[in-house]
């Protein structure tokens, strides 16, 4: 399984952005997916993660109704809408997949198999 994200790039504040990731060798169906995000010396930070079926949780809530997931199963590929962005939305963005993960540990890293390369985002003010 590979997961190929895209879509970053240099915005300005307040801007939208979707990130895509799309998977191949395999496939989201069954799969929990998650975005993550690190910015320069700074930890991989949970964004937001989708469990299968589809229960849904968001990180911080500094990023609760501005960053928002999806999927398109028939696509193989999930997406991260970012919406008013802010200059501390800067970091490299990751997907990640698990084949088996309980909700509250959506949010924790080293609950997921395969990574992304992931896709710089960057803000400016």
């Known amino acids: 399984v590979q997961l190929q994200a895209s879509g970053g790039g240099l915005v300005q504040a307040r801007d939208s952005l979707r990130l895509s990731c799309v998977v191949s060798?395999?496939?989201?169906?069954?799969?929990?997916v998650a975005w993550f995000r690190q910015a320069p010396g700074e930890e991989r930070e949970f964004v937001v993660g989708?469990?299968?079926?589809?229960?849904?949780?968001t990180g911080a809530d500094s990023l609760k109704g501005r960053f928002a997931i999806s999927r398109d199963i028939t696509k193989n590929t999930v997406y991260l809408q970012m919406s008013s962005l802010k200059p501390e939305d800067t970091a490299v963005y990751y997907c990640?997949?698990?084949?088996?993960?309980?909700?509250?540990?959506?949010?924790?890293?080293?609950?997921?198999?395969?990574w992304g390369q992931g896709t710089l985002v960057t803000v400016s003010s």
């Open positions: 060798g395999g496939s989201f169906r069954g799969y929990s």
């Open positions: 989708i469990r299968w079926p589809g229960s849904t949780a």
């Open positions: 990640a997949t698990a084949s088996r993960i309980i909700y509250s540990q959506l949010g924790v890293p080293s609950s997921y198999e395969h």
